[in-house]
């Protein structure tokens, strides 16, 4: 087949340097299994802000709609000046344009990691292009507004088409996972927006008979979801209280340097960890690269059903389970989850156990 187009945005803080890890990684699945993928690198963020004057510029969007796939390293949201002065939000840019309608993010703990909550496996599906995200809500324009300085509105956008599709993608999901689908709302206060999010949610559940659907409020759920988050399987819901829930998920599960995801539509996919760029260990060696590596992972494995190419799932599924059985050795952890590794020494460590892997797989 035909070498597809990866796309590497390496962001900003530990950005580049969780990037590099993870590429690290793959560069050694491609060279081990002979994997049809071939890397190109662009500037965003601060960086590029310095030397173009856009955090994304067109050309960068532009290279994001013809790559087969993109990896995108944190990005300092709250750093950048108003979008008049160059500072979009890059990864809202290309969730949008792209149509990366379904954010996944899974939650498992990890054999032998410490977590708060053992026994989790559970996988947040958020809602990714509306809801209360009012900077990437609107045609024309944003949906935050201050009428005079002391007032300032935000319009939250819920459509039944929205609504529709990443209903459809957590019941796809369910249905190969433990067929069990929790669509989270606060529809008995947003009764019109959440109400319709609800009523279109479980109407296409409706489709699915094998899996059992039930509904939580989002308050109560990040109660559940301390208290017995080992019982949920796929959890359905709308942009922002994915966001939430799916920090509160990671951290129960051992932390944010955990928390893979991918940003799916029906014709791009983005590998993006779930966390941001973390300033305060920025260049220090210390962040921990496994987020993104489970994220690009989650990327082969959807590149691999997208183009029917089995080497490009082996390779995910090796990378995670090298991933995995490194973690499993507190000797090789980075210093978030109290180990001595560096990033890039722990990515070492997951490229070696993926060369073992390979070579001994039957
Ligand atoms: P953060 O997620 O960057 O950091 C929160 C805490 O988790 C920090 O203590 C950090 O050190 C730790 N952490 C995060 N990733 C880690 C890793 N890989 N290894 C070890 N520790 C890790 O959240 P923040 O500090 O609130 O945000 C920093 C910047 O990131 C802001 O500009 C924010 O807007 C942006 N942000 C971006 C994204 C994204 O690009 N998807 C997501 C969230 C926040």
Known sequence: ???????????DHIGP????????VVEEARRLLDLPLE?????????????TGHTIPDSVEKAARSADGIILGPCDTYGYPPVDRGGVNPSARLRLSLDLYANIRPSRSIGGVPAVAPNVDLVIVRENTEGFYADRNMFAG??????????????????????????????????????KLTIV?????LKLSDGLFLREAQSVAA????VAVEHILVDAMASHLVRSAQ?????????????????????????????????????HAMAQAAHGSAPDIAGQDRANPCALIFSVAMLLEWLARRHTEKALADAAALIDRATLEVLADPALRTPDLGGPLGTQAFAKQVSGRLAHLAATRP
């Open 1 to 11: 087949m035909r070498r597809l187009d990866i796309l590497v945005l390496p962001g």
């Open 17 to 24: 340097e969780i990037s590099a890890a993870a590429l690290g």
């Open 39 to 51: 890397f190109r690198h662009a500037e965003i963020g601060h960086r590029s802000l310095e030397r």
């Open 142 to 179: 944003a949906g935050e507004f201050m009428p005079t300085a002391e007032i300032a509105l935000a319009v939250r956008k819920v459509t039944a088409h929205a609504s529709r599709r990443i209903a459809r993608a957590a019941c796809d999901l369910a249905e190969k996972r433990r067929k």
């Open 185 to 189: 709302s606060k529809a008995n206060v």
């Open 207 to 210: 489709e699915y008979p094998d």
């Open 231 to 267: 019982v949920f399987d796929v959890v359905v819901t709308t942009n922002m209280f994915g966001d939430i829930l799916s920090n509160q998920a990671a951290e129960l599960c051992g932390g944010l340097g955990l928390a893979g995801s991918l940003n799916a539509g029906d014709a």
